[in-house]
Every structure is written in C-alpha cells, then in structure tokens.
C-alpha cells in the first residue's frame, strides 16, 4: 500500500492563473540574473552601492538562476519557492541595511507572486496555506 497522497487536480483556470502569475517574476528574475553574469558598466557601479563586492555577481547569478530554474520545473517549483524567498529576503535585507528600504517592494512583490502562482497551481500548496476552511 503506497503512503504517497494523491492529490486533486488543478482546474485548467487555476493552473494557467498561476503560471500567468509566476511569469513576471520568473522573466525578472532571469534578467537580473543574466545581468549579473553579462556584468554590464552600470553593475559594478550597483554593486557598490549596495556594498556588495563585484567578485560575488556570478555567485549571486547563480543562486538567483538556479532557484528560478526549480521552481519553473512542476517537480521542484515548491523548493524553488523556498530558496528564491530566501534569496530576495536577502535582497530586502541589502537594501534595508543601506537604508534604501524605498526599494524593498520590488523583492516583496515579487516573493507574493511567486507564493500566488505557485498557490494557484499546485493544491499541495493550497492544502498547506488554507485561505478559509
């Protein structure tokens, strides 16, 4: 006797929600974290700003990339989730510490998509994070 739980399906309108929903986090995300291995002028200048030493961009691009690459994936996008709101806690974080925390709600934005979208399309999550019983 298996102990897996089967799950109920997503509808088809849940599950198109969600991935219209984690569409632009993921394409920001990927951005940011090409952006971090292309290096252009204005990154180092970035970096700085934020008190972060460039010899760390590639590290970042790949924590960043890697995160989003499992949570585009159904299999591992909960752990994608979870590592990616680590990853912007760390960004909120950066900014508050500067005292730029007029900059926190793009990373804030963008954690609630993430959580929405996999929300609307994995009832695992639902099952987890009940709105109302």
């Known amino acids: 006797m298996s ?7 997503v509808s088809k309108k ?3 929600a969600g991935y219209v929903v984690s569409t632009l986090p993921v394409l920001m995300l ?3 974290g090409v952006m971090k291995v292309m290096l252009p002028p204005d990154a180092e200048k970035g970096f700085g700003e934020l008190g972060w030493p460039m010899k760390y961009a590639i590290a970042l691009a790949v924590v960043e990339l890697g995160s989003t690459l499992l949570y585009i994936i159904p299999q591992t996008a909960v752990l994608g989730a979870i590592l990616l709101t680590g990853y912007l806690g760390g960004a909120i974080a950066t900014h508050v ?7 926190i709600t793009i990373p804030v934005i963008l954690g609630v998509l993430i ?3 996999l929300f609307l ?6 099952d987890l994070i009940p709105l109302r019983k």
């Open 3 to 9: 102990s897996v739980a089967t799950a109920n399906p």
């Open 14 to 16: 849940m599950l198109w």
């Open 30 to 32: 990927i951005m940011s």
């Open 97 to 103: 510490r500067i005292g730029d925390v007029g900059s």
């Open 115 to 117: 959580w929405l979208g």
């Open 121 to 126: 399309r994995d009832d695992r999550v639902r």
